[in-house]
């Protein structure tokens, strides 16, 4: 009986420690050291409550294959968060939904760089796009539209 309760001491220790809202909150981002939009994007999300780490580096298409973005879903950076990938100008709100609900996916995505998305503004356009999910065989399907 000992050992249950030295378990249930150590979970409510580690809960203490560490409350599920802040073990959420990082966000790795690698994206090259030119890209001005990438930056944006950065400040978008700490404008949103999450801590970000940014790596500048030359060639970003290895971290792109190496988290399992598909090609045709490609965009200017390439982020983790809490064992998800987040491709490209995704909204804080989409990724906060996401670190909720935790579907089964690899990640979402935003191919290309929508004027309008954060981090793509440009005065008062803002064309429509979608946030979509991507899964290991490459599956996408419409997570939100924007
Ligand atoms: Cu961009």
Redesign the pocket.
């Known amino acids: 009986m000992k050992n249950i309760f030295q378990h249930a001491f150590l979970a409510v220790a580690l809960c203490l420690v560490f409350p599920a809202s802040a073990l959420a909150a990082e966000v790795t981002v690698y994206k090259s050291p030119t890209?001005g939009?990438?930056k944006e994007?950065v400040k978008h999300l700490q404008a949103n409550g999450f801590s970000v780490a940014t790596h500048d580096v030359a060639d970003i298409m290895p971290y792109k294959t190496a988290n399992g973005v598909p090609a045709a879903l490609g965009?200017?950076?390439t982020a983790k968060v809490d064992g998800y990938v987040i491709e490209?100008?995704v909204p804080a709100s989409d990724i906060k939904r996401l670190l909720k609900e935790r579907p089964a996916v690899r990640g979402l995505a935003v191919p290309g760089?929508p004027v309008g998305s954060p981090?793509?503004e440009q005065g008062a356009r803002k064309d429509r796009y979608d946030v979509l999910t991507f899964d290991t065989q490459g599956k996408t399907a419409v997570y939100a539209r924007h």
Do not use: A
């Open positions: 890209c939009c990438c994007w965009s200017c950076h490209g100008h760089m981090g793509m």
